[in-house]
């Protein structure tokens, strides 16, 4: 009686930007198989496999034919080949939105400024609000993971403040006592 073979599974580790743009990647993995002597075997496997453009973290795609061969003439099993994104120094993947912390300014957050973004998908001209806070998060609406329903890009303000390292530096935030402005002025209330 055939009997189809076993499925398999399997995972590969994939760069972020594979999300955006689709590639090609080669795998080597190995299924179990018999030898024409009916004998279990170990048999290696290598592969051309397609990363579609728009793929999420934690998908699968389905390898027909390519999991372990049948039993007395039947079909091969397939293999289900799980996307994980290699983990990216700034950017994170929630489904298909893309987040984001940018580290500012004090002046660039207080001013409002257009700041130049590398994403994953390209370049980006960010404006940034004159009177943006610590944590803001700005949405730039289909610029995440590219699908029939693109993500979105979230960015997450981080407003880094410069050392009182100089002499320079250091009268600069002298100054800035004169703004008569209270962190505080709420706490606790």
Known sequence: MKQKGEDVNASITVPLKDSF???????NFEVQSTSPEGQ??????????????????????????QGSPGYNGGEKGDMFL?????????????????????????????LGSTINLATPGGNLNLKVPAGSKQG??????????????????????????????SEKAKKVYEEMK???FNPRENFGR
């Open 21 to 27: 743009e689709g590639s090609s990647r080669r795998i």
């Open 40 to 65: 279990p075997i170990i048999k290696p496997v290598s592969l051309n496999v397609k990363i579609p453009k728009g793929i999420k973290n934690g998908q699968k795609i389905r390898l027909a034919g």
């Open 82 to 110: 799980k996307i994980e994104f290699e983990k990216h120094p700034f950017f994170r993947a929630d489904g298909a939105d893309i987040y984001v912390d940018l580290p500012l300014a004090p002046w660039e957050a207080a």
């Open 136 to 165: 803001k998060r700005l949405r730039l609406k289909g610029k995440g993971i590219p699908s029939r329903v693109p993500g979105d890009l979230y960015v997450i303000l981080n407003i880094a403040l410069p050392p009182a390292d």
């Open 178 to 180: 004169d703004l008569n």
